[in-house]
Structure formats: structure tokens, C-alpha cells
């Protein structure tokens, strides 16, 4: 993808509302790579996909060190929304490795990179695109992307990358969906564990520390 080319897409996609904008790369691509956290903001883009590719896989990176909540919140919108969810797991031994030392005090990115960034990469292989239910409005890196990117001959599209709180918010009330069981204890961004306190925006993820993303979107 050249850069006219991708000035042209993303034009024409912010154009449309974010069900067509979803409906379009689906149209477009067989081979659309989707990924969820299950945190506080990813029922919006889960829903859509429901009612648009209601078959399509829903990855998510089962890092060992999730919420109970938040994998309660995993297997109560897979049977609300009828999702066709797969968890994908860490290598065993480098797992136990992370928690045996204590990785994500002494170094989180390579804690990160060994339960969430290298489970994702052969499932990569097989796709050309992957959808991300990334906002701008968590932090700056974010801030940056905009709909349609390319990054590792990959294209990377986030269907709601200009979305605000508000936008979130009214559309999660519209449709009656289920908020994160730790929205209502303060957390506006849930990750693993060890790593994620209560917090507006992503303030509460890596606290103390220059690290703002997980690896898998930088």
C-alpha cells in the first residue's frame, strides 16, 4: 500500500460511519485478522462485528495473568453476542519462566513480548489485515494512528480510532450492552493483573513507569 493509496482509503473511510467502514474491509479482504482484550471499550467493536461477520474468529491472547472479571466478561459477551472466540496461550514453559522471576517488575516489555506479543505472531502469518478496536483518546501513540495503516507488510485497521469516551459511552447505553465489571471500581483500562491499578484513560496500566503499550500495536 502506497502512501496515495493510503491517503485515499483512509479519506474515503472517515467519510463513513464505523459499521461501513467494518462492512467495507470485510468486503474487501478474506483474510481479516480480528483481536480483542475484552477490556473496558471492546464491546463496541465486538457488537458491530457481531451483527456484520457474525462467524468471524475473535482471537484473544489468554496471557494467565487476566482479571477474573475480565475473563468473566470474556465468556458472558461470547454468549450475548453468540461470539466465535479463540484463545490463544503463551509458550508453557516460557509462561512459568515470567512468573517464577517475577518479569513484569524486572522487565516488563520482555513479560509483555513473551505472553502477548509472540502467541499472536503465527496466528499473523495467516492474515493480511488486522482489525483492532484501538482509540485515540487512550494515549498518545494511539492519538497518532490513523484508520488504515501499514506496519510489518501488515495492514492494520482501527475502525474506531477517532472515537472519544462520550462516543463509547452513549453507544454502550444505546444498545443496552454489558460494561466491564471493573469500570464500576475505577479501572478505564484493564490489562494483566500485575501490571494494571485503578485509573481514567491508560493511567492505571504500567504506573511508575515510561511504558504505555503492550508491544503488540508499536
Known sequence: MNLVNKEKINKSLSAKIVDARVAQIFNSFDDVLVTSSFGTTSVVLLHIISRIQPDCPIYFIDTGY???????YKERLTWLLDLNVIDVHPNKAEHEMTKTNRLWDKDPDHCCEVNKVKPLESVKEQYNVWMSGLIGFQNQHRSTLEIIDEQ???????????????????????????????????????????????????????????????????
Open 66 to 72: 487476566h482479571f477474573e472479571e475480565t475473563k468473566a
Open 152 to 218: 510489518d507488510e501488515m495492514i492494520k485497521f482501527y475502525p474506531l480510532i477517532e472515537w472519544n469516551s462520550g462516543l463509547v459511552a452513549e453507544y454502550i447505553e444505546s444498545h443496552s450492552l454489558p460494561q466491564h465489571p471493573l469500570k464500576e471500581q475505577g479501572y478505564y483500562s484493564v490489562g494483566c493483573t500485575h501490571c494494571t491499578v485503578a485509573g481514567m484513560g491508560r493511567e492505571g496500566r504500567w504506573q511508575e513507569s515510561a511504558k504505555t503499550e503492550c508491544g503488540l500495536h508499536s
